[in-house]
């Protein structure tokens, strides 16, 4: 559940647009306080500035994550080289190090031992490192390293917590509570090309940061540090629940991206956490609920549509051209867990995945309104406009066609991009 609290009045005008998608703010829907997660899981990658990653076309999922999510265009690592910057978001402190020094141990207070604390669980997963537990410096081949494992470092995270990649779940409602993942030496970004890492975070992770839209779910792709440059610059992306498409300026760092994850549970704060500034202006949402829109074809006129204004429930929903009719104009309701609801102003009965279908070609068809998932639609980004991807399914919806009358079905990947516009 989304807890929030008033802008003021500036930052309540500002209207971001992204993915295609128009952005109502007001005060009942605009950033707040930090929503509170099921999940959250944190890559951290190596050793690139910023300016290597956005607009990259080495790096075109972890872009793609950033057009549908908050891009941070200010944010930066707290120190060279490596391992104080993992430490950094992981305690709040850099614990005095300097180089990558191992093994080290501490007993300082830490995110891993305040979710522990509060009755939370944490987990670090790390490729290539060899089994669950592991305490050396690194692994036989070196693509594990433990200076990019902080969790190691502290006896108050247990040894439980201390994972190999490997174990990361394929059912995702069984993570932890938070999630720190890095890749081994090649796949983060550290001895291997930008491209390499990017399509590693595709393949091991977009089945999550799909799912994470319509499971109050968070994913965040940050950089230790740059690539050793007296500025620091790095990319850090939110993406999932409850994230407000779009650019935000504001001056980060490691410690106001652990506040921010310790603000989500009501944690203490662990070193220089304790006075950073947690990040609040990226959450909300992304349609004004209880607003009507029309779900148009990105780049056509096409809108989806209950044909000719049928109220039969189970009517198969089709494409046609912009007639201004109220068959094409939806109420947009969003629901607890990040995903929206869309019911016709027509009928009055709801956008829905036809007998909870998870197979690839599945009806997209109208039905009472409910409340059940498979009438919840995630918000993902699709080029310049956005995927609807079922919750029950994770399969996108797409128009079987272009001419007027094509049936809407989901489908594997991204499915057909859609732009909403607000009519009222």
Request: charged share 10%.
């Amino acid at each position: 559940m989304v807890r929030r609290k008033l802008l003021t009045a500036a930052a309540a005008a500002v209207a971001v647009v992204a993915a295609g998608i128009p952005l109502t703010a007001s005060p009942a829907d605009a950033a707040g306080s930090v929503p509170r997660f099921d999940h959250i899981v944190v890559v951290i990658h190596e050793n690139q500035p910023a300016s290597a990653i956005y607009g990259s076309s080495s790096a075109p999922y972890i872009n793609s994550l950033a057009a549908g999510g908050a891009k941070m265009t200010q944010s930066f690592g707290v120190t060279h080289p490596s391992e104080g910057n993992y430490l950094a978001l992981f305690s709040g402190s850099t614990q005095g190090i300097s180089g990558d020094p191992c093994p080290l141990s501490y007993s300082a207070p830490n995110l891993g031992s305040e979710l522990i604390g509060a009755g939370l669980t944490f987990s670090e997963y790390s490729e290539s490192m060899p089994s669950t537990g592991y305490t050396a410096c690194a692994s036989p081949d070196n693509q594990y390293q433990r200076a990019r494992n902080p969790a190691v470092d502290f006896t108050n995270v247990p040894a439980a917590d201390n994972k190999p990649f490997s174990s990361f779940p394929t059912d995702f409602s069984t993570l932890p509570t938070v999630s720190f993942v890095t890749a081994n030496m090649c796949n983060s970004m550290h001895n291997c090309s930008v491209a390499t890492g990017d399509a590693w975070t595709k393949n091991k992770l977009d089945a999550y940061a799909r799912w994470a839209t319509t499971h109050n779910s968070l994913l965040i792709v940050t950089f230790d540090e740059d690539d050793f440059t007296t500025v620091n610059q790095i990319a850090t992306v939110f993406s999932g629940a409850h994230v407000r498409p779009g650019s935000y300026g504001e001056h980060i760092n490691h410690y106001n991206v652990l506040r921010t994850i310790e603000d989500s549970y009501d944690l203490p704060h662990a070193g220089s956490a304790a006075t950073a500034t947690p990040i609040t202006d990226i959450w909300g949402n992304t349609l004004a609920s209880g607003g009507i829109y029309q779900l148009s074809r990105t780049g056509n006129t096409q809108l989806i549509d209950d044909p000719n204004s049928s109220t039969t429930a189970g009517i198969q929903l089709i494409v046609w051209h912009n007639n201004s009719g109220t068959n094409q104009k939806w109420t947009a309701t969003a629901n607890p867990d990040g995903s929206y609801s869309f019911k016709n102003s027509a009928s009055g009965q709801c956008l829905d995945d036809a007998g909870s279908s998870t197979a690839p070609g599945g009806r997209i068809i109208q039905w009472p309104c409910t409340g059940n998932d498979n009438q919840h639609w995630g918000m993902t980004a699709n080029g310049s406009g956005t995927s609807l991807v079922s919750k029950i399914s994770g399969l996108a919806i797409q128009a079987g066609g272009t001419a007027d009358g094509s049936l809407l079905t989901q489908e594997s990947g991204t499915g057909t991009a859609w732009t909403f516009t607000k009519v009222g």
